[in-house]
């Protein structure tokens, strides 16, 4: 996506239009920090799970503490530090913690609230959380987040290539996303009916939707254009980093 697009459209995105919103109690503004906390809860699991949490009460903190936020839309401590969703969202889940050392049970914590729809289940049984294990509670946190981010680019691709019925095309090269042989595309081709040339091409043009798809979905979380750069490097240290597959 041009430079100019991303510009243009970035006002409407929703951290920018959360910030801008924040001493309304009601409104467009809460309706972007509940879209938000819904796509963004793995990252806070993974952090809980990582600093020895168990499941359930890991996701009931995370159910006490994204009700609270969304309820009280407390952004006034938001400063030119806290920029990035990400960096506001661990920030906030940490002086929650802080409060809940006086709590005494998972029912005052949550309220039998439920603001998200957290499957722990699926977190549990996947690959990506075991790999937390080795890292940080911050270093997981910061690991889930980047492969959040990632996901929802990728299945918006998905999506974008049903739409325009290549669905097929899409899971055979979908492997390409994360890196590919020669011999793949050789095969690649056979199943496609396709020449090698036709499908280099292919290849290039999914990782560049994606590349591009992923910049819309960093710019959702930080407060101005000026950060999607140094987000995208962050967020490609992050997947290089310790805890990748």
């Known amino acids: ?32 920090l509940e879209k938000l906390c819904r796509a ?15 499941p359930h009460e890991a996701k009931d903190l995370v159910q006490g503490y994204l009700a609270r936020l969304i309820e009280r839309q407390d952004l006034e401590a938001v400063g030119p530090d806290k920029g990035r969703f990400r960096s506001y969202l661990l920030a906030g889940l940490r002086n929650f913690l802080i409060s809940e050392v006086r709590r005494e049970n998972a029912q005052k914590r949550g309220g039998g609230t439920e603001v998200v729809s957290i499957d722990a289940d699926g977190a549990e049984a996947g690959g990506d959380l075991v790999r937390t294990w080795e890292l940080t509670p911050d270093q997981a946190f910061d690991r889930r987040w980047a492969e959040t981010i990632l996901y929802h680019a990728i299945e918006a691709l998905r999506q974008e290539y049903l739409a325009r019925g290549k669905g ?33 091409v292919a290849v290039y043009r999914l990782r560049l939707r994606l590349r591009e798809l992923v910049r819309l979905e960093v710019a959702q979380t930080v407060e101005s254009p000026a950060m999607v750069d140094e987000e995208m490097r962050d967020l490609l240290a992050i997947l290089s980093g310790p805890g990748r597959t």
Request: net charge negative.
């Open 1 to 32: 996506m041009p430079e100019s697009q991303l510009h243009a459209e970035f006002p409407v995105t929703c951290w920018s239009l959360i910030l801008k919103a924040a001493s309304v109690p009601a409104g467009e503004g809460r309706e972007a």
């Open 40 to 54: 963004y809860w793995p990252p806070l699991y993974a952090y809980l799970r990582r600093s020895g949490r168990d």
């Open 168 to 200: 097929a095309l899409f899971e055979t090269l979908k492997p390409s996303l994360s890196g590919d042989a020669a011999e793949d595309r050789i095969a690649w081709g056979r199943e496609l009916g396709m020449t090698p040339g036709t499908v280099a």
